[in-house]
């Protein structure tokens, strides 16, 4: 198992899957953004990995803005 550090990666920084390392306006650490297709965008500190390939578990993260509420009732998941 491994944990990924993203707090101490530079602005910019690019991590796996194109993410890029931003400062969260949550608390002010880095941390990679992520946008979810309800509108959701966290930012993740830190994520362990199970497996190689397998999905990543976010440990430690700030959810800064929620899910759109007219384009969720427009894409039915
Ligand atoms: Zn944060």
Do not use: N, W
């Not at 931003?22 to 309800?38: M, N």
């Not at 965008?41 to 700030?62: F, I, N, Q, W, Y």
């Not at 803005?65 to 384009?71: D, E, I, S, V």
């Amino acid at each position: 198992m491994e944990t990924l550090d993203f707090t101490r990666l530079p602005l910019g920084a690019l991590v796996s899957s194109s993410r890029t390392v931003i400062r969260c306006p949550q608390c002010r650490r880095h941390g990679v953004l992520e946008s979810y297709r309800d509108g959701t965008r966290v930012c993740v500190h830190a994520e362990t990995k199970t497996l190689p390939g397998m999905v990543s578990l976010p440990t430690d993260r700030c959810e800064f803005a929620g899910p759109r509420a007219a384009l969720a009732a427009a894409t039915p998941s």
